[in-house]
């Protein structure tokens, strides 16, 4: 019975090991390496690269599926010459995504159309990409989630699994207002995330107004002094994106305060 060859069981092997992308990359990785004399340790280098790399490409594609975006946003897409108070700087630190790490928050306030959202999306499409996991709401879709789980009688159960994401988003906190016990839900999704893991909030109304948005001042007092406690605030101003692409020149009737960071 013959030898076999070096190499002619690698096929197998990688196949096996569920390497795909090595396996594409054998052939063309092995002569590059003979010509040029590699070492062993650049040629296994290279080829785990290529399977690392396309590993990490699929699990951001499938993190970016589940958090289940309205639209991706990026900040390239971001329009920053007609939003300079977005502190261009500022979100260009956020886009490192240490807070996420610390377990921080972030806020933006400021009329609709001013791009909030979309600044939110574009930082967690680069947490998405990073490795963490995200997931996206407007504030009555959390409510209504949170609800249907408490009339299972599952709210601690839902709260646990929430407590898996790196960072959840709330969006639109303050265009309805929410009553009572929705309110109080809201409460204990911030609460039970108070640095354990990181929130972004979008909001058209000042911290002011929460108490008139959530019908109750001291649950409101409760929630704001949770997520401001590590929080980056960003206030956006100015017309509506989608006005002045429609040709309206029509400025907001109320504009949400100015807010610095806190941290």
């Given at each position: 019975m013959?030898?076999?060859k070096?190499?002619?069981r690698?096929?197998?092997l990688?196949?096996?090991l569920?390497t795909?992308?090595?396996?594409?990359?054998?052939?063309?990785?092995?002569?590059r390496?003979?010509a040029?004399?590699?070492p062993?340790?650049q040629?296994?280098?290279t080829?785990?690269?290529?399977?690392?790399?396309a590993?990490?490409a699929s699990g951001?594609?499938?993190?970016?599926?589940h958090?289940?975006?309205?639209?991706l946003?990026t900040?390239?897409d971001?329009?920053?010459?007609?939003?300079p108070?977005?502190?261009?700087?500022?979100?260009?630190?956020?886009?490192?995504l240490?807070?996420?790490e610390?377990?921080?928050?972030?806020?933006?306030?400021?009329?609709?159309?001013?791009g909030?959202?979309?600044?939110?999306?574009?930082?967690?499409?680069?947490?998405?990409?990073?490795?963490?996991?995200?997931?996206f709401?407007?504030?009555q879709?959390?409510?209504?989630?949170?609800?249907?789980?408490?009339?299972?009688?599952?709210?601690?159960?839902?709260?646990?699994r929430?407590?898996?994401y790196?960072?959840?988003?709330?969006?639109?906190v303050?265009y309805?207002?929410?009553?009572?016990?929705?309110?109080?839900?809201?409460?204990?999704?911030?609460?039970?995330?108070?640095?354990?893991?990181?929130?972004?909030v979008?909001?058209n109304?000042?911290?002011?107004q929460?108490?008139?948005i959530?019908?109750?001042?001291m649950?409101?007092?409760a929630?704001?002094?949770?997520?401001?406690?590590?929080?980056t605030?960003?206030t956006?101003?100015g017309?509506?994106?989608?006005?002045?692409e429609?040709?309206?020149?029509?400025?907001?009737?109320?504009?949400?305060?100015?807010?610095?960071?806190?941290a």
């Open positions: 013959s030898k076999a070096a190499g002619e690698l096929p197998y990688l196949a096996k569920k795909p992308r090595v396996l594409e990359r054998l052939e063309q990785t092995a002569e390496a003979r040029e004399s590699w062993y340790e040629f296994l280098e080829l785990l690269e290529a399977e690392v790399f590993r990490d951001a594609r499938m993190r970016i599926r958090a289940s975006f309205p639209a946003k900040l390239e971001f329009d920053w010459s007609a939003q108070s977005a502190e261009r700087p500022l979100v260009s630190h956020l886009a490192q240490s807070w996420i610390e377990r921080a928050n972030v806020c933006f306030f400021g009329p609709p159309g001013t909030k959202s979309h600044l939110a999306i574009a930082l967690s499409l680069k947490a998405c990409e990073r490795g963490f996991r995200v997931a709401a407007t504030a879709e959390w409510v209504s989630r949170l609800e249907q789980a408490q009339d299972r009688n599952q709210l601690e159960t839902e709260l646990r929430l407590e898996r790196h960072l959840l988003v709330v969006d639109e303050g309805l207002p929410l009553e009572r016990s929705a309110a109080n839900l809201l409460f204990a999704l911030v609460s039970r995330r108070y640095e354990r893991g990181s929130i972004i979008t909001s109304r000042g911290f002011e929460w108490g008139e959530l019908g109750d001042a649950v409101a007092a929630l704001i002094d949770r997520l401001v406690h590590h929080a605030m960003i956006l101003k017309k509506s994106y989608r006005l002045r429609r040709g309206l020149d029509v400025t907001p009737a109320a504009q949400a305060p100015s807010l610095r960071d806190s």
